[in-house]
């Protein structure tokens, strides 16, 4: 089966009101180009779930958020995401406010298509009054009182990865793939925006096997979208440009700052804005960031 997407198609497989899951983890592997797709749609009042950066901050600054359910939001060396931070206190924006384990937990919830999961996180804190979290006991003999953490159950993922074949196979390279593993088990369709699409991974890249962190049959479309995550890093593909995310911020003070950046910067189609932002080969030469 072919499961190669064209941007307009994959926006077309979404509807208002949808719960998305976002993969990867603030300004990291994110599928970025994916996102912009959605900032160019009509899309509105979605639920996003992410462990966020800029694609949580765009989202929000465009209007096309509901509710937000996150671990955090952040771009690291700019440690609290702009629009995020304008959003919040301006009011009015649903939230549920996770433990970076919480999220995890909930994810492997829905992939499991369990109702819940037990964790000892979350006691003492105000995570347990706001969330409205409930309590299960062990049926053990230990008879220990368990956070029931509810599954954050997905209509759709979207991931970034290196490569992907028409199949739905994928091949996330490098050592940070965090949780994308089970954004992609949490959803009903993932949707997988790759760098390269070849025809079929095992006879393309078959040194590279161990990178197929989730089974084909978990991916329900596959978008080419070379430097689909900048502004965001891909190793060891590119690092994140930090001086696209300054400005991206700086915009964030500016009167109007939004309208302007969307309309000259993601504007109106994804080649136009791998060109304004300075084009594959300066992409591909960004220094990936050392930890």
């Not at 970025?32 to 900032?39: E, G, H, Q, T, Y």
């Not at 995570?127 to 509810?150: I, Q």
């Not at 991931?159 to 593993?181: C, F, K, M, S």
């Not at 696209?244 to 911020?249: C, E, N």
Request: aromatic share 10%; hydrophobic share 45%; net charge negative.
């Amino acid at each position: 089966m072919d499961k190669r997407l064209s941007f307009d198609d994959f926006v077309a497989e979404l509807s208002d009101g949808m719960t998305i899951g976002i993969a990867g983890w603030g300004p990291r592997r994110k599928p970025m180009a994916l996102v912009r797709a959605i900032l160019r749609s009509d899309l509105k009042d979605l639920t996003i779930v992410a462990y966020g950066g800029a694609d949580v901050g765009m989202l929000l600054a465009a209007g096309k958020v509901k509710k937000l359910i996150f671990g955090f939001v952040s771009l690291d060396a700019i440690p609290l995401e702009p629009y995020f931070r304008k959003a919040r206190q301006a009011g009015g924006l649903e939230v549920m406010e996770l433990d970076e384990a919480h999220l995890q937990w909930g994810l492997k919830a829905a992939a499991l298509r369990l109702p819940f999961l037990p964790t000892r996180v979350g006691f003492g804190t105000d995570l347990m009054t706001h969330n409205g979290f409930k309590t299960v006991t062990s049926p053990y003999d230990d008879g220990e009182v368990l956070v029931a953490m509810p599954a954050l159950k997905l209509d759709a993922a979207l991931i970034h990865v290196q490569r992907a074949d028409h199949w739905g196979n994928v091949q996330a390279l490098g050592p940070d793939t965090y949780y994308d593993e089970w954004f992609a088990k949490a959803a009903t369709r993932t949707y997988v925006s790759a760098e390269e699409v070849v025809e079929r991974m095992d006879f393309s890249h078959p040194d590279d096997a161990r990178a197929n962190i989730f089974e084909r049959c978990f991916v329900h479309g596959v978008i080419e979208a070379k430097c689909g995550a900048h502004p965001s890093s891909l190793p060891p593909s590119y690092g994140w440009d930090m001086g696209a995310l300054k400005a991206y911020t700086a915009s964030a003070a500016e009167e109007g700052g939004w309208d302007k950046y969307m309309a000259e910067v993601i504007g109106a189609d994804e080649a136009g804005y791998i060109d304004r932002v300075g084009g594959a080969d300066k992409i591909a030469a960004l220094p990936l960031p050392i930890f």
